[in-house]
Structures are given as structure tokens and as C-alpha cells.
């Protein structure tokens, strides 16, 4: 992906992006960034990432919020915690990832069949259905709707391994009381405790 090269303007940036990415991620901390650049130097996936997890930080606190948003290194992190474990300013960097996803995934401005966005919307949609995901329709849905789709057929010796020792079903998983389920879901769309 070749990132274009512009000046960005005082007044293209939003200041209420590093507000809204503490309250999502839950990190008031993002602040105390020094740029020292343990997060990146950390990262086991940084060499793939367009931008390093301390460039990331830095873009947040600045109020760069579609080139955070969309970059690839969001959906890059691996969730090891690694970066967090190791800043020495205590910042939850993975929550921060966590949230720009989510953030990404609202505005949809992440890569469209990109697999991790499509995993989500997908877990998403089965359990709000069924309350429980089940593994194997999981997947069906994610190659079906992300990936080549005949690239299950080489999936297929390990799904067949995993459904004959118990590990996989062909059953949908589902709970009792599915109206209950759907009264809570709605109560959080409102924001209703």
C-alpha cells in the first residue's frame, strides 16, 4: 500500500479524536506517551505494519484520525499485550488497537475483505442470532464472505480431524431464551443499563 505524502492542516485534525479513542479504550494514559518507541521496537508484527505502534499513538494524540483509521497496522496487532507489558508510561496500546478497530469497523473505513473486520461482523451477527458462535459456521461465513471460498477445500482434512475427536460440530450452537438475549442487546444499542 503506497501512502500518499500531503501536509495536513491544523484545522483537518480533530481534537476530540484522543477524548473519544481514552474513553473507548479505557486508557487515560495515552497522554504520558514519551514516543520512546519500546511499543514498536516490541511488536513482533511491526515490520509488516505501515505505521509502528508508537507512530499510532502519536497520530491519536494529534487528532489524525482517517490516516489512524486507515491504516493497516490496527488490524496488524497481534494482541500479544507485549507492547503494553513493556511501555514505561503503563499504556494500554492493545485496548488503543482494540478501539481503533472498533472505531474503523463504525465508520467502515477498514479494507473491505479484509479477514479480521469480516471475523467480527460475522461473530457478531451469529451470536446476537444464536447467543453462542459455533466454530464451523464461523468459518463457512468468513471464507464465504472474505476469502476464496475454495480455499475451505484445504481447510477440510483439519476440520474433518477436529469434528471427528469432538472438537468442531456440524450443530449450530444456540441459548434457551433468545427473546431475553434480544432485550439486552437492544438495551445496550440504546445505552440503557
Not at 514519551?34 to 515490520?47: A, D, F, R, W, Y
Not at 491519536?60 to 489512524?68: A, L, R, Y
Not at 479494507?111 to 464451523?136: C, Q, T, W, Y
Request: proline fraction near 6%; include cysteine.
Amino acid at each position: 500500500m503506497k501512502i500518499p505524502k500531503r501536509v495536513k492542516y491544523e484545522e483537518e485534525l480533530d481534537p476530540f479524536f484522543l477524548d473519544e479513542i481514552k474513553k473507548m479504550s479505557d486508557c487515560q494514559e495515552i497522554d504520558a506517551c514519551i514516543q520512546c518507541g519500546t511499543c514498536s521496537s516490541s511488536c513482533p508484527m511491526s515490520v509488516y505494519m505501515d505505521h509502528p505502534p508508537r507512530k499510532i499513538i502519536a497520530m491519536v494524540k494529534n487528532g489524525f484520525v482517517d490516516e489512524t483509521l486507515r491504516s493497516l497496522t490496527i488490524w496488524l496487532c497481534p494482541s500479544c499485550y507485549t507492547c503494553q507489558v513493556r511501555c514505561p508510561a503503563k499504556i494500554k496500546i492493545t485496548d488503543v488497537m482494540y478501539a481503533l478497530k472498533r472505531k474503523a469497523i463504525e465508520k467502515k473505513v477498514y479494507p473491505s475483505r479484509f479477514s479480521i473486520p469480516v471475523l467480527d461482523r460475522e461473530m457478531s451477527r451469529i451470536i446476537a442470532k444464536h447467543g453462542r458462535n459455533s466454530e464451523l459456521w464461523l468459518i463457512l461465513g468468513l471464507y464465504l464472505k472474505s476469502l476464496n471460498p475454495f480455499g475451505m477445500l484445504k481447510m477440510a482434512p483439519l476440520g474433518l480431524k477436529l469434528m471427528k475427536t469432538g472438537r468442531m460440530s456440524l450443530r449450530r450452537e444456540s441459548i434457551k431464551n433468545k427473546k431475553q438475549l434480544k432485550s439486552l442487546l437492544n438495551a445496550l444499542k440504546e445505552g440503557t443499563p
